[in-house]
């Protein structure tokens, strides 16, 4: 078993109580396991890697991952959603819905995405991808094929089948409802615990098992309880979009005269296992009229939020507070959910979003939105062996570059990382003792052949965009540019 020296300028280790900074030090592992922190480690090792000016610390971990030829960015300019093909016409419901890609395509755009992910120093992630472009959701299928990529490009996730049992559409007339299939979402689940129970612990135990329900409004109370019961049988974690968005607050109330929060609760779906994007709009947040104790019920869950910043703030929204939620006691992790899928951008925008929601600049620090990429993200996951430099931990590491010109003066490596650094910053990445990324290349990964395919693949889903957009009109119609075209 080879044993391996990793050497810094500056090394995040983890001393059991939480991360500190060492200046010259090295991590040393063996296979795929840290045996060695701190500096002058006296033992016989078969190779060395010299980080020099860079920060070796442990591998972001990604809870609401891109996997995707991101659509959301389509998304940026073009408003509102519902008239851009992110909300089925209720004819293409009727007429009935087609998988817009391939399956080869589907298989490339999920590889694509963990070449994204890890080249942004993630070496951990729980994907997702868009349904609007798919005949109902994720299949058994295609999601072992994914496990498959995952290996093969050295990332380590964690995986599981979309499923719902609605979709929202619209009507000819303008007016919103939901297509509900809830035996055909109730075989999805099927679907997913048996992938999980196939795929949980493949690949020397770097793909594992999850449960992924679609956004709570397209789900019914029988999908959200017998998800509860399979997640806790399998003991696996389930996530769940919820508290995303104002018309998802308000669908949920309507229903049952409950918040989002209050129903999954009264559902028994909320629980340590469980991992909520984007738990943004519960009671106390400024724009929810309604009162109610949400807070108290996620704190007491153990549940987990997954803050999404910079998808969040290019829908105009922001979370009340990071600050405020953290210290009521609910964990909270991050998930990037767009592209860019760059962790850095993310941990810097939520800083700033934190500070201007509390109008107080000490309201959180860097050190705050690091530990929520890391030790908390592996805690949510039941994982203390990730997120953290420390011995008995998996060797997952990334060496951050702190040498461009572009970066400025180094105080301090993790305050500089999140004031002027990016996720193109990353020069290598470990997962599992296995060197997946050197110098932004990936070993067998031609990037320029994937840029081009991607390019072609992700044209050729723009040009589908009318089948499923209201009342159908031209692409040129649905996505306008910037500047008139000369």
Same mark, same amino acid.
């Given at each position: 078993m080879t044993t391996t020296r990793v050497k810094a300028r500056y090394v995040i280790g983890f001393d059991g109580q939480g991360h500190r900074t060492m200046k010259d030090a090295e991590v040393v592992y063996r296979g795929d396991t840290i045996i060695?922190?701190?500096?002058?480690?006296?033992? +016989?090792? $078969?190779?060395?890697?010299?980080?020099?000016?860079?920060?070796? #610390?442990?591998?972001?971990? $990604?809870?609401?991952?891109? @996997?995707?030829?991101?659509? &959301?960015?389509?998304? %940026?300019?073009?408003?509102?959603?519902?008239?851009?093909?992110?909300?089925?016409?209720?004819?293409?419901?009727?007429?009935?819905?087609?998988?817009?890609?391939?399956?080869?395509?589907?298989? %490339?755009?999920?590889?694509?995405? %963990?070449?994204?992910?890890?080249?942004?120093? !993630?070496?951990? @992630?729980?994907?997702?991808?868009?349904?609007?472009?798919?005949?109902?959701?994720e299949t058994y299928d295609e999601f072992a094929r994914s496990a498959d990529s995952a290996a093969e490009v050295g990332i380590r996730a964690y995986l599981g089948p979309c499923y719902m049992t609605g979709v929202s559409l619209i009507r000819d007339d303008g007016s919103f409802g939901v297509h509900w299939d809830e035996e055909r979402g109730l075989k999805g689940l099927a679907s997913a615990r048996d992938y999980v129970r196939k795929f949980d612990g493949a690949h020397d135990g770097l793909v594992r098992g999850m449960l992924a329900p679609d956004r709570i409004e397209n789900c019914t109370s029988e999908l959200i309880r017998r998800s509860a019961a399979v997640a806790e049988e399998l003991d696996c974690p389930i996530r769940l979009h919820c508290c995303q968005g104002l018309d998802e607050f308000d669908s949920i109330v309507g229903r049952y005269d409950k918040t989002p929060v209050e129903w999954l609760?009264?559902?028994?779906? *909320?629980?340590?296992? =469980?991992?909520?994007?984007?738990?943004?709009?519960?009671?106390?947040?400024?724009? !929810?009229?309604?009162?109610?104790?949400?807070? $108290?019920?996620?704190?007491? =869950?153990?549940?987990? *939020?997954?803050?999404?910043?910079?998808?969040?703030?290019?829908? #105009?929204?922001?979370?009340?507070?990071?600050?405020?939620?953290?210290?009521?006691?609910?964990?909270?992790?991050?998930? &990037?959910?767009?592209? +860019?899928?760059?962790?850095?951008?993310?941990?810097?925008?939520?800083?700033?979003?934190?500070?201007?929601?509390?109008?107080?600049?000490?309201?959180?620090?860097?050190?705050?939105?690091?530990?929520?990429?890391?030790?908390?993200?592996?805690? @949510?996951? #039941?994982? +203390?062996?990730?997120?953290? *430099?420390?011995?008995? @931990?998996?060797?997952?590491?990334?060496?951050?570059?702190?040498?461009?010109?572009?970066?400025?003066?180094?105080?301090? +490596?993790?305050?500089?990382?999140?004031?002027?650094?990016?996720?193109?910053?990353?020069?290598?990445?470990?997962?599992?003792?296995?060197?997946?990324?050197?110098d932004r290349q990936l070993p067998g990964i031609d990037l320029d052949a994937y840029r081009h395919r991607a390019q072609a693949q992700f044209d050729g889903l723009i040009a589908k965009y009318p089948a499923r957009t209201w009342r159908h009109p031209s692409v040129d119609e649905i996505f306008k540019p910037s500047f008139p075209l000369a």
């Open positions: 060695f922190v701190g500096r002058g480690y006296e033992g +016989p090792v $078969d190779q060395e890697i010299d980080g020099g000016n860079a920060i070796l #610390g442990p591998g972001f971990i $990604d809870l609401n991952a891109l @996997a995707d030829l991101d659509t &959301t960015v389509l998304a %940026f300019d073009n408003q509102p959603d519902w008239a851009k093909g992110r909300v089925w016409p209720e004819d293409y419901v009727a007429s009935g819905p087609v998988e817009m890609y391939s399956t080869d395509e589907q298989t %490339f755009k999920m590889k694509y995405a %963990f070449v994204q992910l890890i080249r942004n120093g !993630i070496t951990t @992630a729980l994907p997702i991808t868009s349904m609007f472009y798919r005949e109902w959701a609760s009264s559902l028994g779906f *909320l629980s340590k296992r =469980s991992l909520l994007p984007h738990g943004v709009y519960v009671t106390g947040h400024t724009a !929810i009229k309604r009162t109610g104790n949400d807070v $108290d019920i996620l704190a007491a =869950s153990g549940a987990a *939020l997954i803050h999404c910043p910079l998808v969040l703030s290019r829908y #105009g929204g922001m979370m009340e507070s990071f600050a405020r939620l953290k210290k009521a006691g609910i964990p909270i992790g991050l998930g &990037t959910d767009t592209f +860019p899928p760059d962790m850095v951008e993310n941990m810097r925008l939520g800083i700033s979003l934190c500070r201007v929601a509390e109008g107080d600049v000490s309201a959180c620090s860097s050190a705050d939105f690091y530990n929520a990429a890391t030790i908390v993200a592996a805690d @949510a996951l #039941g994982r +203390p062996d990730l997120g953290r *430099l420390a011995v008995g @931990a998996k060797a997952d590491m990334t060496l951050f570059d702190l040498s461009a010109f572009e970066l400025g003066q180094v105080i301090d +490596p993790i305050q500089t990382m999140m004031l002027s650094g990016t996720g193109r910053d990353f020069k290598m990445s470990i997962v599992n003792g296995r060197v997946v990324m050197k």
